[in-house]
């Protein structure tokens, strides 16, 4: 199993609706990320949390909200979604010391 | 011209094969190098992570970063079917907090 988990592992939302993705990391790293992952297509980075400062990919729509609670925790907060929106929503976690970044399974959603 | 090349394949071996998967990349700022394996609606698990320029072994793979050219390589030594899967390149200019820069993934299908 991952060291990183997300949940819901899947979600079905409406344009209307406003939900939240969660990610838990009990490693002690200090940096997490949100990417989002098309079909047929490599993750892209939306979000980096890292030193206690949020790092915004600026083509990230606003509609897509990060929160960092504490240093195990990053949640994704969702509002107004649209259809194009579908994908694979995969959170990361990294550490200075040379163990690369670590993926989460991810949270498939569809937004309809 | 993009940041990393990485042919998408599919690439088709018989078992017990010896399988070269590669990467280029054009950014010379990049020091940190991953190879990871990703199944079918599944995160990116991480297989192999070098600094710089060389070679590192684990079990079956092995992976190898010549800088001086801006190439990585992956092999696989006896695949399996179970090695089925794509396999992306990721690179960073920095091991913490920074952005991680994928190849397209090439997709691997070994047959039994």
């Known amino acids: 199993d991952t060291e990183v988990t997300q949940t819901p592992k899947h979600l079905v939302m409406g344009m209307t609706n406003k939900k939240s993705l969660k990610c838990e990391q009990h490693?002690?790293?200090?940096?997490m990320y949100w990417y989002k992952q098309k079909a047929k297509k490599p993750p892209e980075l939306m979000f980096v949390y890292s030193y206690e400062k949020l790092s915004i990919n600026e083509s990230v729509p606003s509609r897509f909200s990060p929160e960092c609670p504490n240093s195990s925790l990053l949640n994704l907060h969702l509002h107004a979604l649209q259809p194009e929106d579908s994908a694979l929503y995969l959170c990361?976690?990294?550490?200075?010391?040379?163990?690369?970044?670590?993926f989460g399974s991810g949270t498939r959603l569809t937004v309809v | 011209q993009k940041e990393v090349e990485q042919d998408p394949g599919p690439l088709s071996v018989p078992e017990g094969a010896i399988v070269s998967l590669n990467c280029t990349y054009s950014n010379s700022a990049f020091q940190y190098f991953m190879w990871y394996r990703q199944y079918s609606r599944k995160g990116p698990e991480l297989l192999m992570y070098t600094y710089s320029s060389g070679n590192k072994e684990d079990g079956r793979f092995t992976a190898q970063v010549d800088k001086s050219s801006k190439y990585i390589s992956l092999f696989i030594r006896d695949s399996q079917p179970s090695d089925s899967a794509t396999y992306l390149c990721?690179?960073?200019?920095?091991?913490?907090?920074?952005?991680?820069?994928f190849g397209a993934g090439t997709i691997l299908r070994v047959k039994s």
């Open positions: 990361a976690s990294s550490q200075e010391s040379g163990y690369g970044y670590t």
């Open positions: 990721a690179m960073s200019e920095r091991e913490y907090g920074n952005k991680l820069v």
């Open positions: 490693m002690g790293h200090r940096a």
